[in-house]
């Protein structure tokens, strides 16, 4: 352990909470919904916070901090384009309807 070990566990643990509500809320809502789109945006957070783990874990176990960095930002950049793909993907007509009973 170094002297960036507190800082990398508690920035890897905000973006875990905060991107896994994300893709918590994105995936809910594409199952109401169905929409293709918000499909994207739940996977592409979803890889984000995984490669996050999966660099914090890399460091923890001691292994080197280059392949941390390394796991980390290739998953980063891969959710990003999942992310981006989100913004394109086609979306269809969805009807929504709620039922009021008096």
Not at 4 to 16: G, H, K, Q
Not at 56 to 63: A, F, K, Q
């Amino acid at each position: 352990m170094n002297e960036y070990t507190l800082p990398i566990a508690i920035a890897n643990t905000a973006t875990v909470l905060t991107g896994g509500a994300i893709a918590l809320l994105a995936y809910r809502a594409f199952r109401r919904t169905g929409s293709a789109a918000l499909r994207a945006v739940a996977a592409g957070f979803g890889v984000i916070v995984i490669g996050s783990i999966l660099g914090g874990g890399v460091h923890l176990l001691g292994e080197t901090m280059g392949l941390g960095i390394a796991l980390q930002s290739s998953a980063t950049a891969l959710g990003f384009a999942i992310l981006l793909y989100s913004l394109y993907a086609e979306t269809t007509d969805i009807t929504v309807t709620t039922e009021l009973s008096v």
